[in-house]
């Protein structure tokens, strides 16, 4: 990509870990007589949060906070090994190639667990959840883009090259 314009690729392969950081703050589930519990909260502190668990557990038949354990945690480590690749790497092909596979990681690990996917108890408040989707979904779309031009200028480069040889021949 273009020299000017890498600090603004830099600044969203950055920012999108780091928001996603920040969603985990925003409120989860509201249980009704308590206050609104982020997802961190009721993740790391289970037992401060016994009543939004077990609010959860109505529409999730069996559910237990074990059962997001494999979506936090895993997006959570590598979205802090993407922060550093990309403090390390300055915003290149390969930071955008794994920002895309972390957007399409995390799309598939809170897809696939029941209290973050779409259902009826989104309605209560599951606004953080939604959130941290539209950021993994926003991680692949930036990093399609970012790849696109990249395989754009490549080819550009290509048909250069290819003019010169048969200008040269």
Request: hydrophobic share 55%; glycine share 8%.
């Amino acid at each position: 990509m273009k020299p000017k314009r890498s600090k603004w690729w830099f600044a969203a392969f950055i920012g999108i870990p780091v928001l996603y950081f920040a969603a985990q703050f925003l409120p989860f589930y509201h249980s009704g007589e308590t206050l609104l519990p982020s997802l961190w909260s009721v993740f790391w502190f289970p037992e401060e949060n016994e009543q939004t668990i077990n609010f959860v557990a109505l529409f999730h038949h069996g559910f237990r906070i074990n059962d997001l354990s494999f979506a936090l945690l895993s997006t959570q480590l590598s979205a802090i090994f993407l922060v550093i690749i990309s403090l390390i790497l300055k915003g290149n092909g390969a930071v955008a190639f794994l920002t895309g596979c972390w957007g399409l990681f995390g799309l598939y690990s809170f897809l696939t667990t029941r209290a973050l996917s779409f259902s009826r108890v989104m309605v209560y408040g599951g606004i953080a959840g939604i959130l941290m989707l539209l950021i993994f979904l926003s991680a692949v779309v930036v990093s399609v883009i970012y790849l696109g031009g990249l395989y754009k200028n490549y080819m550009k480069n290509v048909l250069i090259v290819k003019e010169a040889e048969q200008s040269a021949s």
